[in-house]
């Protein structure tokens, strides 16, 4: 049963901008830690950015840092990627995921293995 729902992923070319959007019908995550993983072909899944559940504490892999914008909307049940200036080296799958255990700590939220809830996917696909 599919918990969370991505879109917003495309095709865009270098030094562009999407937005991609994360929702959960049918299921509140409003206090869960709710997280983007990427995953390129032939790579493992590799934790972007993470926002908590109060929306007060955000953290990012450092090479994304200055280009994209994790934020939720807790009366919509969503959470947002503002990704800019993106790169070839962006393009993946790029996955949603909430954590409902309320721990923060930095090893903790990079591992996918400690998130319960996972989204479909969405390609995003930046050409050079």
């Known amino acids: 049963q599919v918990q969370l729902v991505e879109s917003g992923g495309g095709l865009v070319q270098a030094g562009g901008s999407l937005r991609l959007s994360c929702a959960a019908p049918?299921?509140?995550?409003?206090?869960?830690?709710l997280g983007w993983f990427r995953q390129a072909p032939g790579k493992e899944r590799e934790f972007v950015a993470v926002i908590s559940g109060s929306g007060d504490s955000t953290y990012y892999l450092d090479s994304v840092k200055g280009r994209f914008t994790v934020s939720r909307d807790k009366a919509k049940n969503t959470v947002y990627l503002q990704m800019n200036d993106l790169k070839p080296e962006d393009t993946a799958v790029y996955y949603c995921?909430?954590?409902?255990?309320?721990?923060?700590?930095?090893?903790?939220?990079?591992?996918?293995?400690?998130?319960?809830?996972w989204g479909q996917g969405t390609q995003v696909t930046v050409s050079s």
């Open positions: 995921a909430a954590d409902t255990h309320g721990i923060w700590g930095r090893t903790y939220l990079r591992n996918p293995r400690e998130y319960d809830y």
């Open positions: 049918g299921r509140t995550f409003s206090t869960s830690t």
